[in-house]
């Protein structure tokens, strides 16, 4: 049973490029949550999506971030013009309900650079 | 969203030793809780839900405290593998979904 799986791990963008990060929630999840941890900080919330649907994007800026999760594949996050300061761990996690009490399930996180 | 607030530490602590910390949450509608483990550039790992009668898995126990809003975690005999950070998540309740996380306790079990 495969876990949250998100690619790359790894992603390195010049400043202005875009990046498109992408995430596969366990088998049996319809709920997608996407966080973004700066270096010493703590996770934040940026949107949670169920399949075609964006239900919460309080935590996303308002500019350059979009998120998506289609009827079929993974869910991708996209950041245009991509600054210094969008350099971050970005964790995706999923659960299978929105149930109060259900834990979420984070994959290894893309850490993105930007240069 | 709500402030999930937790001591960031460090917390140095003999091996065998037990270790207790808290994290506070401002928004008393909060429904569920939970402590996540995470280890240095890892993503974060369920360590355990909080219930309200409060739980115990092993060497760790939870405990909730409506009253005064914070939950804790109670670590006995720690291990050297204990060493991480330790997150606070709270779901906040009130319509909003998903999880509210602390900036984490940074934990260090030393030989």
């Known amino acids: 049973n495969a876990g949250v799986m998100q690619n790359p791990r790894h992603l390195v963008r010049r400043r202005g490029q875009e990046a498109r990060l992408r995430c596969s929630p366990m088998k049996g999840h319809s709920h997608v949550y996407w966080y973004r941890q700066l270096p010493e900080e703590g996770l934040k919330f940026m949107v949670y999506?169920?399949?075609?649907?964006?239900?919460?994007e309080s935590g996303m800026p308002k500019e350059r971030f979009s998120a998506e999760f289609p009827k079929e594949g993974p869910s991708i996050l996209r950041i245009q013009q991509v600054v210094r300061g969008d350099s971050a761990a970005y964790f995706c996690?999923?659960?299978?309900?929105?149930?109060?009490?259900?834990?979420?399930?984070f994959g290894n996180g893309t850490r993105l650079t930007v240069t | 969203r709500k402030e999930v607030e937790q001591d960031p530490g460090p917390f140095n602590v003999p091996e065998g030793a037990t270790v207790a910390f808290n994290c506070t949450y401002s928004?008393?509608?909060?429904?569920?809780f939970f402590w996540y483990r995470q280890d240095c550039r890892k993503e974060p790992k369920l360590l355990m839900s909080v219930y309200s009668s409060g739980n115990e898995d092993g060497r760790f126990t939870a405990q909730l405290n409506r009253a005064s809003q914070y939950i804790s975690l109670l670590i006995r005999d720690s291990k050297l593998s204990d060493s991480a950070t330790y997150l606070c998540a709270v779901n906040p309740g009130g319509g909003a979904d998903g999880l509210t996380f602390g900036k984490g306790t940074h934990l260090i079990i030393q030989p």
């Open positions: 928004n008393s509608a909060s429904q569920s």
């Open positions: 996690a999923s659960s299978p309900s929105a149930a109060l009490n259900s834990p979420l399930h």
């Open positions: 999506l169920q399949k075609e649907n964006i239900i919460d």
